[in-house]
């Protein structure tokens, strides 16, 4: 009997716990940085934490299981997990990546792999041919993440790995949006999936974690390779707060897609916000193929008011979210793309992407959906006074 989600995020982790044989329905936080050997010659499963702890081991066999994958790899945070995907590469690899790529992978992609010989091209992966035409003879990865930040643009998952196949690519997805409650990317045929668990699967605004899955073996002994060289793992009172979290994840990720769509109905139907982006609704330009492959359209949204003077007065009077970078916590998140996640971006290359003045994200939290909506009236009613 395989386990749907829901219950394989309740139970996921702690088997290795009843492995102890004192069962605990937690797993325990082995705080131990190195483990006693029975044998000069023969060492048992774990020798030193950060090559392997048992606490972490719980929590990345979870993650594989809830990504259908094999391997599993918890890290001290997203970007340490998405650059250690990255480093699987050698020079003279080239990356096409998608344009709207997370503040920080874009961070280290044009900052940081350059100066080891590896190339990139960005690409308008809502576009397909776009991506087929920048696919080049060294091409080694395509880096997709959709739904993508800050507004929404969806990738055809299974079109970018028919390209991918057809020129020996491989490809990783972030699926931080998504959870593997909503969108399962190695089912699609996608190698590494990676995901910032700071955000929805943490869900609390409490820790910092990354977290990768693959399903091919010799990509997982890659990947591990990395992570026991570069060593940037997750600690263990981490990875606890991260399998306590994640076992709520499906009540909390489904409760706030489903008022997510209803925040994004309101907003699109309200005369001062110019643009909503959020795949859920049927006007999204890639409604269609996300629906095809994913369950939901998650609990982020982002929206445009006219200028920079009207989104500064809608932030000063929102009452209830917190004003953050970030995403996915209990709390509602509001967020100001132009100056938090997508600062590290040169404004010519905010604006190419739709990262206006006046363009605000919108994460949102498990708050009663009616104060929810009673805010944004408020705030929509103030920041229209200043037009
Ligand atoms: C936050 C985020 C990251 C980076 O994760 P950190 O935990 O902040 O290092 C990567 N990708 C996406 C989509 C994110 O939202």
Redesign the pocket.
């Known amino acids: 009997m395989t386990n749907r989600i829901e219950t394989a995020l309740i139970h996921g982790a702690i088997r290795e716990g009843y492995a102890d044989k004192k069962g605990a329905v937690n797993v325990p936080m082995y705080l131990s940085s190195t483990f006693h050997q029975e044998s000069i010659d023969e060492f048992g499963e774990y020798d030193y934490a950060r090559s392997g702890n048992p606490t972490r081991a719980a929590l990345e066999k979870a993650i594989a299981e809830l990504e259908g994958g094999n391997r599993g790899f918890a890290f001290a ?4 997990a ?1 650059s250690a995907c990255f480093m699987i590469l050698s020079a003279g690899d080239h990356i096409v990546i998608t344009e709207d790529v ?1 503040g ?2 874009y961070r280290f992609v044009t900052k940081v792999l350059p100066r080891y010989g590896i190339t990139h091209t960005f690409v308008d992966f809502t576009d397909t041919e776009a991506v087929k035409a920048a696919v080049r003879p060294e091409t080694k990865l395509i880096y997709m ?1 959709t739904p993508s ?1 800050p507004t929404l643009g969806i990738t055809d998952i299974r079109a970018v790995i028919e390209i991918a196949k057809q020129h020996g690519a491989l490809t990783f997805l ?1 699926n ?2 998504m959870t593997p409650l909503h969108q399962k990317p190695l089912e699609l045929g996608v190698d590494v999936v990676i995901h ?4 929805f699967l943490s869900g609390h605004s409490d820790i ?3 977290l990768v899955v693959t399903k091919d073996e010799a990509l997982g002994n890659e990947i591990y390779f990395v992570q026991n060289s570069f060593g940037s793992v997750l600690g263990v009172q981490d990875c606890f707060t991260l399998i306590q979290n994640m076992k709520t994840t499906a009540v909390r990720f489904n409760e706030e897609s489903r008022v997510a769509m209803r925040i994004a109905q309101f907003l699109h139907a309200h005369p001062l916000v110019e643009k909503v982006y959020y795949p859920g609704l049927p006007t999204h330009p890639g409604f269609e193929i996300h629906a095809a492959q994913a369950t939901s359209a998650g609990a982020v949204l982002s929206f445009s008011l006219p200028n920079y003077d009207i989104a500064k007065a809608f932030v000063e009077a929102m009452k209830i979210p917190v004003f953050a970078v ?2 996915g916590g209990v709390e509602s998140i509001l967020s100001y793309p132009a100056k938090m996640s997508h600062a590290a971006m040169e404004p010519e290359e905010r604006s190419k992407r739709g990262i206006t003045d006046g363009l605000l994200r919108f994460s949102v939290g498990l708050e009663n959906e009616d104060d929810l909506i009673e805010d944004f009236t408020q705030a929509l009613e103030i920041a229209n006074k200043i037009k």
């Open positions: 945070t997203g970007m340490a998405v997370y920080g992978t993440e930040n972030d931080t949006f910032s668990a700071t955000k910092v974690a990354g970030s995403l």
